[in-house]
């Protein structure tokens, strides 16, 4: 490079003598970053910014956290961390759906931490947060066992089931078609005759009916009678108009 007159190091000094006298500064907003700004807004302890410093570092064991952006890390792993520590949520108006994700991933991640990371984030200058993560994932996991072995809810028992249906349409069991006339209300029972059997005439009500003319048989006297009739009066109204009896 340049006839070897200069090495590789002289070209990062004499770059950066440059930027140094151009006032430049580079660098990438780091989740740091953005941890420390959101703690100094939020007037968070020193306590959730460890615990949340752990959660990134446990993250950058998992290939999910790889496209999330620094400042999506920064507020749910902080989000998180008050949630282990028992602090009141922070409501900021930031909130969307992909910092809830990248919260519920975090949380799925923290069972199983790096060695290296627990010991690390055990000191005292860490404020011991690797153990209380600890402790919190074993009183979670013994809800859920507990939950586990007291098993599903009882189903409501049958004297209550018939108490709730004491008011709906009463089905025939034989005879009827299940599911034909599901949509339509079902007219009541029309009771049959062996309900009445030992009961007294006086004890139901009669259900209004209209009259009905039976029709009589040609053997039968009342349609004879009826006929004969028909004849006497088909007689007299010719009478009427010819003057004459049939």
């Known amino acids: ?18 930027l140094n006298t151009l006032e430049w500064t580079i660098g990438h907003p780091t989740v740091d970053f953005f941890s420390q700004l959101i703690v100094a807004e939020e007037h968070d302890r020193v306590e959730v910014e460890h615990m949340a410093a752990y959660i990134c570092e446990i993250a950058l064991y998992h290939r999910d956290f790889v496209s999330s952006k620094p400042s999506v890390m920064a507020r749910s792993s902080l989000a998180l961390a008050r949630a282990i520590l028992g602090e009141p949520e922070v409501n900021d108006g930031e909130w969307d759906h992909v910092d809830n994700i990248t919260l519920l991933t975090l949380s799925q991640h923290l069972h199983q931490p790096s060695v290296a990371l627990s010991r690390k984030f055990s000191a005292p200058h860490f404020s011991g947060v690797a153990k209380k993560l600890a402790s919190f994932m074993a009183h979670q996991a013994n809800m859920a066992r507990a ?7 009882s189903p409501p028992s049958d004297h209550a089931t018939k108490h709730a249906d004491i008011y709906s349409t009463p089905q025939k069991g034989h005879g009827a078609v299940q599911g034909m006339a599901d949509g339509y209300m079902t007219p009541p029972i029309t009771p049959d005759g062996h309900a009445f059997v030992n009961a007294p005439k006086d004890t139901y009500p009669m259900p209004p009916r209209c009259p009905v003319t ?20 088909a007689a007299y109204m010719h009478h ?7």
Do not use: N
């Open 214 to 233: 039976p029709t009589p048989q040609p053997q039968h006297p009342a349609y004879v009678s009826q006929h004969m009739m028909q004849q006497h009066y």
């Open 240 to 246: 009427d108009t010819t003057g004459q009896m049939v």
């Open 1 to 18: 490079m340049c006839c070897g007159l200069y090495d590789a190091g002289m070209f990062t000094q004499m770059e950066m003598h440059v």
């Open 147 to 153: 939950q586990a072995q007291a098993g599903p809810p």
